[in-house]
């Protein structure tokens, strides 16, 4: 195999990799401290709840739903992208939102509920070290 071959197959592989496995992200804002800090990096997982079809909110195909206290990364009804913890799940079809510092969080406190449609996946890693399933002190 050429250098440019090999080139071309790497491109390719990273791009399936990053439109439909996982994603990273760089966390931004204080909404999620102590779970998640501004500037940490993200590992998402997009496969944790189905296949969701690239830049549209809609799932091909959905096998599970956000339970509460996983950390989710999703589109807000204005089109913005956050991360947040799923604190509850609504007639399977929306989730309400909140950050783990509800001082300084925009969430579903404000905005209301999130279509489950909305979400792009579970993040998994945080830096390295595993996010926990719940929020501190609970």
Same mark, same amino acid.
Request: proline share 5%; aromatic share 10%.
């Given at each position: 195999?050429? @250098? ?18 996982? &994603?990273?992200?760089?966390? !931004?804002?204080? +909404?999620? =401290?102590?779970?998640?800090?501004? $500037? ?9 709840? @189905?296949?969701? #079809?690239?830049?549209? !909110? ?8 956000? =339970?509460?206290? =996983? /950390? /989710? /990364?999703?589109?807000?009804?204005? $089109? ?6 799923? +604190?509850?799940?609504?007639? $399977?079809?929306?989730?309400?939102? =909140? ?7 925009? &969430? ?7 279509? /489950? &449609?909305?979400?792009? @996946? ?8 595993? #996010? ?7």
């Amino acid at each position: 195999m050429t @250098g440019k071959k090999a080139v071309i197959y790497a491109f390719v592989i990273a791009l399936i990799l990053k439109v439909f496995f996982f &994603d990273l992200i760089i966390a !931004q804002g204080q +909404s999620m =401290e102590p779970a998640v800090k501004n $500037g940490d990096i993200l590992i998402v997982s997009r496969l944790r709840y @189905g296949i969701h #079809l690239p830049h549209r !909110q809609k799932y091909l195909i959905r096998w599970a739903h956000p =339970e509460p206290g =996983e /950390v /989710v /990364v999703f589109y807000t009804p204005t $089109g913005e992208l956050a991360v947040k913890r799923c +604190s509850s799940l609504i007639d $399977g079809r929306r989730f309400y939102a =909140e950050g783990d510092n509800s001082l300084a969080s925009y &969430d579903s406190r404000s905005y209301g509920a999130v279509p /489950v &449609d909305n979400i792009i @996946g579970k993040v998994l890693l945080r830096n390295k070290v595993l #996010l926990r399933s719940t929020a501190p002190g609970r």
